[in-house]
C-alpha cells in the first residue's frame, strides 16, 4: 500500500490505536475477543515510580499474594504524566527484581586489605567494624578549633550518593553525616 | 523545572537545547507531541542530530560549548526587532535598575577582576545597584537610562550579531536566523516558548551562565510564570531533585539552608549572614524567613537537646570554608587526605570526571563502604583489569540495598511533583532499605561513641532517630514524613490558629524560629499534614485537573512549594491580576471572591497578596512584587551575585580548538583550573569530543548493564563520528578505534553515521566525536568509560565537570595495552 510517513502519523494522530492497524489492513477483531474474556489482574497491584529517569513515571507491580512473587510490572495507565507508557528502562523493571542473572546483592561483603576477592559477614559484624574504622577516622582527622575559631569536622571521612535514593533516605543520610561531622558530602546532582 | 511535564503540551514554541529529550526523557515526547498536535513548533539546537532532532521541525547545529554564544545572539535579535514583552519587563525583571557607575566591561572581563585569588574572582561590589535614599534600588521605568541594565543588556548584546554568532558556533545562518525568528514571535502576550535543557546546558566551565543566557531570553519575552512557558531543567535521575532539596551537597542543608561557614560562631552570626534583607516594601523577600527554617531544621536533628540556651544545637554542625565539591573532593583523596568513603548508589568509577584519577585516588582509602544494588565498578576497583589487589590496601563493605519496588517513600520527579510509592515485594536476601542502612550505622557509631567518648560525640549522641525501628533495622518511614514535614514542640497559637504539641504544622507560613516548631525540610512543610497515612498529600491520585484545565493535576500527588505547579506564577498576570495570556491562564484575580475582597483562582499562587494594581489603576498597598525569592521582588536579567559576571559572556571551553573572537579570555577567568599543564592542546588533539547517553543505559550503568534485556538492546560502547572523520581516519563502521584525550585512552567500535557533520568555522573544517558514557569494566555488559577521557575541572560557580566539550585525537586500532 502506498503508505507516507505523512499519511502514517496523520492516521495515528486523528485516530487510536485500533483504527490505525485497521487502517494498515491488520484485524483486531480476535485479539478484542481474547481480550475481552483474559482477566486482567492475577495478583495484588501495587502503584510505584519508576527509578530511572526525572519524568517520574508511574508503574503497577503485580503480585502474587500468597507467594509473594512479583508476576509483572507495566506502566500506570491511570498516571497523568504516562499514562500507561514506559520507555525500555522502565519496561524491564520487573528484571530488577526479578534477577534472572542473579547479579543482585544479597548479603554483606568485606573486603581485606589486599585480599582479591569478597568474603561474608553478618550484617551484625560488618556494621561494628564499619563503626569502628569510622570512630577511628573521625577522631584522627577531627579538627575541633582553627585559628581560635570553631570547625567542628573530620576532614578524612566523605559521604557520595545517592539521587536514586528515596527523598526520605536522602533526608536520613543528609540528617546522620551532618551529625557524625562530616563536611565532604556530595552526591550526582553535583555532576 | 519552574514548570512541569504535562505542561510542555501548553508550548506554542518547544526549544530542546542542552537536551536531548526524546532520548533520555522518552516520555516527555508523549507532551511535546502533544504540543505539536496543538499547533506548536519544536525546535532542536544540538552539536549532533539527534532522536529530539527527528521529532523537530527545525534543527540548527551548532558546536559544543557555544550555547552562550548562540542564545546571546537569540537575545540581540530580539533586542534589535523590539521582540520585548516591555511590560512584563518593566514591572517583573531588574532590567530597569540603574546600576553604580564602577561597573563596566573591557575585552572579556568585568569590573573588579583579581586574577591572583585562587581561583580568580570578581568584586561583586563593582557590579552593585544604585540605591535611592531609603535603600531601594533606583529603577528607570523608560528603560533610556545609559546605565539601566536594559541599555548595558543592550551595548553587551550588541556584539553577538548573527555572523559573529555563526562563525563561532558553525551554525548555518540562514537555518540561525530562522530559530531566532520562531522563537522571539513568542514576545506576544498570547505566544509562549518553553525550553528544555539538562546536562548539554550544565556540564561545562561556563554551564551557569548557559543557563543565564536562557533565562534572560525568556524574561525578555515573558515566558516565565506562565503556562507552556518557563526554564525546564531535566532532571537525570528519579529523585535528583529529592536529594538534591535535602542537600546531599556540601553548601547547603536541607530547604537549601546554607551550610556554616567558619567564623559563624553563633546562630546568630549565621542566620545574619544568611538572610537576605530588602528596603524595599513592596518585596516579599521571602528568604526572610530563613531564621525560622534553620531553627526548625536544627530542632528535627537535635530535639530537646536544640534549646534556645544552646543555640539549637548550632555548633553541633561542622562549619566549612573553601569548595568541598567532588572534583576538590577527589583531589583531596589523591593528596591521601581522605581516608574513608561513604558510597549510596553512587558509581563514580563510571560516573566521575577524569574516572583514572578518582580511581587512583579511591586506591589510597583506608575504607571504603559502598551500598547498591549491584556490585558496581566503584565496589570491586580494587580487582579491576591492570591492577595487582595484593597492592591495595582499602578494606571494602559492600552492603546490599533494596531497590525502588521493594521500599515505601517518595521520589521528587523534574516537575517537582514529590510521588509516594509502595513497597510491593520483599528485597533479596539480606538487602535492606538504605533507610534501614543509615539507621544501623547511626545505631553502631553511637554505640562506639557511648562506649568511648572519642572527639566531640555530642551531635552522635544527642541525634533524635525515633523512627521505631522494626525488628529487620527498618525505620518507620512514615515517621520520616511527617518530621520532614515538621510538627509543633508545644502547645501554641499562630496565625490566630491554635496548635498542639505534636500536631503537623500545615505549611511553612506557620513555622518559627523560637524552637516552637520543627522540620526536616521547610519546602516539604505542607507534604504531610496529619497523623495518618491519608493526611500523607504525596500519596494522592486525584485525576481531576484545575478549574483552569492546563494539565496541573492539582490532586495528584503533591509538589514543593505548598503545591503550587507553576512558580514564579503572579508574573502570568498583568498588573491588575489578568492573565497575559487567557487562552492558557495559571492564576487569574476574582474580584467577587471572599466577599468582595476578592482573591486568586487556579493553581496555587506565588504568594497571595493582590494584585500590583487596583482596578482603577492606582497602586495596591498591600501587593508585593511577583518573585518572592528574590531580595529585589523581580527576576534578573542583570546578576549581582554570580562568579563569572553579571551578564553571560561567550569564552571556549578549557579545551577547545579555536581562539575565542570575543575577547582575548580564552576561557571562563574565574574558574579553578587544578592541573594547568594538563590542558590538552589542538595540535596534539584536534577534535572535539563530548559525552552522551543512550535512552537504552542510565547513568553509570549500574542498574541497565545488569539488566539482560538492556544489555541485549544496548550491549557495547562506541565512538560516533562523521564519515568525514572517518574517511580521514581509514575506519570503517564497526571497526575498533582509540580516542586520546590528556586523560587517557579509550577503545570501542566507530560508528559512524550523518548524525555528527564537521564545523567549518574560521576557514577551517573542526570534527566532534560523541561517546556514550555508561560503560564501565563491571557487570554483565562491559567496556571502556567515557569519562576515561574528560577533564577535572568545572563551572565557576557549581563546579559540575565539563564533561561536554574537550579535546581529543581519534586512531584506528585498538589499545596495545591494559590501561589502569
Partial sequence: MDLSRRSFLAASGAAGTGALLGFLGLDLQPSVAYAADAQPTRGRIYTTICPYCGVGCGATVEVDEQTGKVLHIEGDADHPINEGALCSKGASLFQIHDDPAQRRLRTVKHRKPGASDWEELSWDQAMQMIAARFKQTRDETWVGQRNGQSVNHTTGIACLGGAALDTEECYLLAKAMRAMGLVWIEHQARI | ?820
Wanted: glycine residues 8%; proline residues 7%; aromatic residues 12%.
Fill in chain 2, 1 to 820: 523545572m519552574t514548570n512541569h511535564w504535562i505542561d510542555l503540551r501548553n508550548a506554542d514554541v518547544v526549544m530542546i537545547c542542552g537536551s536531548n529529550a526524546v532520548e533520555n526523557h522518552p516520555i516527555a515526547a508523549r507532551w511535546i507531541q502533544k504540543a505539536k498536535e496543538n499547533g506548536a513548533v519544536v525546535l532542536s539546537c544540538d552539536p549532533r542530530y539527534t532522536r529530539t532532532t527527528s521529532f523537530s521541525d527545525h534543527y540548527c547545529k551548532m558546536r559544543s560549548g557555544t550555547d552562550i554564544a548562540f542564545v546571546s545572539g537569540m537575545i540581540n535579535y530580539a533586542l534589535q526587532n523590539d521582540r520585548i514583552n516591555k511590560e512584563y519587563v518593566r514591572h517583573y525583571t531588574n532590567a530597569t535598575f540603574i546600576i553604580n557607575p564602577e561597573f563596566e566591561f573591557n575585552d572579556g572581563l568585568f569590573a573588579g577582576y583579581d586574577s591572583q585569588t585562587d581561583p580568580p574572582s570578581y568584586d561583586k561590589s563593582k557590579w552593585r545597584y544604585e540605591l535611592d535614599s531609603d535603600g531601594v534600588p533606583k529603577r528607570d521605568m523608560s528603560l533610556e537610562h545609559p546605565r539601566c541594565v536594559y541599555q548595558l543588556m543592550k551595548r553587551h548584546y550588541a556584539r553577538y550579531d548573527a555572523d559573529t554568532v555563526c562563525n563561532i558556533t558553525g551554525s548555518p545562518k540562514s537555518v540561525y536566523e530562522k530559530i531566532c525568528d520562531v522563537y522571539t514571535s513568542t514576545w506576544a502576550p498570547d505566544r509562549v516558548a518553553t525550553w528544555m535543557y539538562a546536562m548539554g546546558t550544565t556540564q561545562h566551565t561556563h554551564g551557569t551562565q548557559n543557563i543565564r543566557t536562557y533565562v534572560i531570553l525568556q524574561l525578555l519575552l515573558g515566558n516565565v510564570g506562565v503556562a507552556g512557558g518557563g526554564i525546564n531543567a531535566l532532571r537525570g535521575e528519579s529523585n535528583v531533585q529529592g536529594s538534591t532539596d535535602m542537600a546531599l551537597l556540601f553548601h547547603i542543608l536541607p530547604g537549601y539552608l546554607k551550610t556554616p561557614k567558619i567564623g559563624q560562631e553563633t546562630l546568630a552570626a549565621h542566620n545574619e549572614a544568611s538572610t537576605p534583607s530588602t528596603n524595599d516594601p513592596l518585596s516579599a523577600n521571602w528568604w526572610g524567613n530563613y531564621p525560622k527554617y534553620m531553627a526548625s531544621l536544627l530542632k528535627a536533628f537535635w530535639g530537646n537537646h536544640a534549646t534556645e540556651a544552646n543555640d539549637f544545637a548550632f555548633n553541633y554542625l561542622g562549619k566549612i570554608s573553601g569548595n568541598l565539591s567532588h572534583i576538590s573532593l577527589f583531589e583531596s583523596m589523591y593528596q591521601g587526605n581522605i581516608k574513608g568513603l561513604f558510597c549510596f548508589g553512587q558509581n563514580p568509577a563510571v560516573g566521575g570526571p577524569n574516572c583514572r584519577k578518582e580511581l587512583a585516588a579511591i586506591e589510597k582509602l583506608d575504607w571504603l563502604v559502598a551500598v547498591d544494588i549491584f556490585e558496581s565498578d566503584t565496589s570491586v576497583f580494587w580487582k579491576r583489569p591492570g591492577v595487582d589487589p595484593s597492592k591495595i590496601q582499602t578494606e571494602v563493605f559492600l552492603l546490599p540495598a533494596a531497590a525502588s519496588m521493594e521500599k515505601e517513600g517518595s521520589v521528587v520527579n523534574s516537575g517537582r511533583w514529590a510521588q509516594w510509592r509502595y513497597k510491593a515485594a520483599e528485597p533479596p536476601g539480606q538487602a535492606l532499605t538504605d533507610a534501614g542502612v543509615v539507621t544501623k550505622l547511626v545505631q553502631a557509631v553511637r554505640a562506639a561513641y557511648e562506649a568511648d567518648s572519642g572527639q566531640f560525640p555530642d551531635p552522635i549522641l544527642h541525634l533524635d532517630w525515633n523512627y521505631n525501628v522494626d525488628e529487620h533495622g527498618e525505620p518507620d518511614i512514615h515517621m520520616v514524613a511527617k518530621e520532614i514535614n515538621g510538627q509543633f514542640t508545644r502547645d501554641c497559637e499562630v496565625n490566630g490558629k491554635p496548635f498542639r504539641k505534636g500536631d503537623q504544622v500545615p505549611s511553612f507560613a506557620y513555622l518559627q524560629a523560637d524552637g516552637s516548631t520543627t522540620s526536616g525540610n521547610w519546602l516539604y512543610c505542607n507534604a504531610y499534614t496529619g497523623p495518618n497515612k491519608e493526611d500523607n498529600k504525596m500519596a494522592r491520585r486525584g485525576k481531576e485537573d484545575a478549574v483552569n484545565q492546563i494539565g496541573l493535576y492539582p490532586n495528584w500527588s503533591w509538589c514543593w512549594p505548598v503545591n503550587r505547579r507553576i512558580i514564579y506564577n503572579r508574573a502570568s498576570v498583568d498588573l491588575y491580576g489578568n492573565p497575559w495570556n487567557p487562552k492558557h491562564w495559571v492564576i487569574r484575580w476574582n474580584p467577587a471572591l471572599k466577599d468582595g475582597a476578592g482573591g486568586w483562582e487556579g493553581d496555587v499562587p506565588d504568594g497571595g497578596w493582590p494584585p500590583m494594581l487596583t482596578p482603577d489603576g492606582s497602586a495596591n498597598e498591600s501587593t508585593k512584587r511577583p518573585f518572592i525569592m528574590r531580595p529585589e521582588g523581580v527576576a534578573c536579567v542583570f546578576s549581582t551575585s554570580l562568579n563569572d559576571g553579571p551578564f553571560p559572556e561567550h569564552y571556549e571551553p578549557l579545551e577547545s580548538p579555536l581562539r575565542n573572537p570575543m575577547s582575548s579570555r580564552q576561557y571562563n577567568p574565574a574558574i579553578k583550573v587544578w592541573e594547568p599543564d594538563q590542558i590538552g592542546d589542538p595540535s596534539e588533539y584536534p577534535i572535539v569530543a563530548t559525552t552522551y547517553r543512550v535512552s537504552e543505559h542510565w547513568q553509570a550503568g549500574n542498574m541497565t548493564r545488569n539488566t539482560p534485556w538492556l544489555v541485549e538492546l544496548m550491549p557495547d560502547v562506541f565512538v560516533e563520528m562523521s564519515p568525514a572523520l572517518a574517511r580521514a581516519k581509514g575506519v570503517n563502521h564497526g571497526d575498533w578505534v582509540r580516542v586520546i584525550t590528556k586523560r587517557g585512552t579509550l577503545e570501542a567500535r566507530a560508528f559512524v553515521t550523518n548524525r555528527f557533520e564537521p564545523f567549518f568555522i574560521g576557514g577551517k573544517y573542526v570534527h566532534q566525536i560523541g561517546i556514550p558514557w555508561h560503560w564501565g569494566f563491571n557487570g554483565l555488559a562491559t567496556g571502556d568509560s567515557a569519562n576515561m577521557l574528560t577533564p577535572h575541572v568545572g563551572d565557576a560557580n557549581t563546579m559540575i565537570p565539563e564533561y561536554k566539550a574537550f579535546l581529543c585525537q581519534v586512531e584506528k586500532g585498538r589499545r596495545q595495552e591494559v590501561q589502569v
